[in-house]
């Protein structure tokens, strides 16, 4: 189901140097348009005004993209634009419509890549990190206090393909709690493993925190909602992601299933991770960067131009 993001990057290499070439001898024709010059390369950054298209600025995604703007040359002058994961995907799904240029600060899993034909941009000097896991972290004490939910928590794990159709769901217009329960029903084999070796509680509170992203409100719901199966009084809380972060490190809320490693949230595992419990992946093949509808005659963050 999803979508072979590396499919393009043989040929990346073929034809950067020639699209270089080109942009060199054709400046004069690229300016008068705007768009395509006698080569039909198109001027993408006057397009776009030079803005790439984020999410909440306390992403990692967002600080690896501005981090992108500083070390490529390509990316002079450009400039990072935060909102949030919803206004960035009403954005895409406008420009796709219009058959406009766009670069978003993407990640997958999400349900952009199987609604969309999208691929990342190449990222030769590797700002935005390899793949990557979704890790659980718990607070300290919890094992302790809370045995049953430390064990679920611990052995919650699961796959792209699984939180890919709950946000495809939510996406065209279900309501979370609806995809998640609907997701749990037909996985309960899945759902069993995780519970398994656990007893159930009698309300029992516990307190997840997560951050308002597609994927991260998918994971939570589906984790408390299997809490709750289980008797616990379930509490789920959003928040900025260093808050969520200081707040499981500091045992205001019990634990997250949000931790994207080892590059997303570097910066916060640094600042929090010796005062957190690491419970490992929850999924793994998870990725980050600069994500572009496939029309886009485009494979690298260095066949972008910098501002004139
Ligand atoms: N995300 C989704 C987050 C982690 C989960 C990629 C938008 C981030 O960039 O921090």
Redesign the pocket.
């Known amino acids: 189901m999803k979508k072979a993001q590396w499919k393009h990057l043989g040929l990346a290499f073929a034809v950067t140097p020639m699209m270089l070439l080109a942009a060199c001898g054709d400046e004069e024709a690229n300016t008068d348009e705007g768009t395509a010059g006698d080569s039909g390369e198109v001027n993408y950054g006057e397009e776009m005004s030079y803005k790439i298209t984020g999410?909440e600025p306390?992403?990692?995604?967002?600080a690896a993209s501005e981090q992108a703007t500083e070390d490529y040359d390509s990316l002079e002058g450009w400039e990072v634009v935060t909102s949030s994961?919803g206004a960035m995907a009403t954005a895409l799904g406008e420009a796709i419509d219009n058959e406009e240029p766009i670069i978003v600060?993407g990640?997958s899993p999400h349900w952009k890549f199987q609604k969309y034909d999208l691929k990342y941009l190449e990222d030769p000097n590797g700002v935005f990190g390899d793949a990557e896991t979704?890790n659980t972290m718990v607070r300290q004490g919890l094992e302790e206090e809370n045995p049953e939910a430390y064990t679920i928590l611990d052995q919650f794990n699961w796959e792209p393909a699984d939180i890919e159709s709950i946000m495809l769901e939510v996406s065209n217009g279900t309501a979370v709690e609806d995809a998640a329960a609907a997701w749990i029903e037909e996985n309960s084999d899945k759902v069993a493993e995780w519970t398994e070796g656990t007893e159930t509680v009698d309300g029992t509170e516990i307190e997840l925190a997560y951050?308002e992203?597609d994927?991260?409100v998918a994971s939570t719901n589906v984790v408390g909602q299997v809490l709750e199966a289980q008797g616990f009084d379930v509490k789920l809380t959003p928040l900025d992601?260093a808050v969520m972060w200081s707040a499981v490190a500091g045992g205001e809320a019990d634990g997250m299933v949000?931790a994207?490693l080892p590059g997303?949230?570097a910066t916060q595992f640094e600042e929090y991770g010796e005062d957190v419990v690491d419970l490992g992946a929850n999924l793994e093949g998870a990725k980050?960067g600069f994500v572009v509808p496939s029309y886009m005659d485009i494979d690298s963050i260095e066949d972008l131009s910098p501002k004139e």
């Open positions: 999410i306390g992403a990692g995604v967002v994961s600060t990640w979704i951050v992203w994927t991260e992601n949000a994207w997303t949230h980050i």
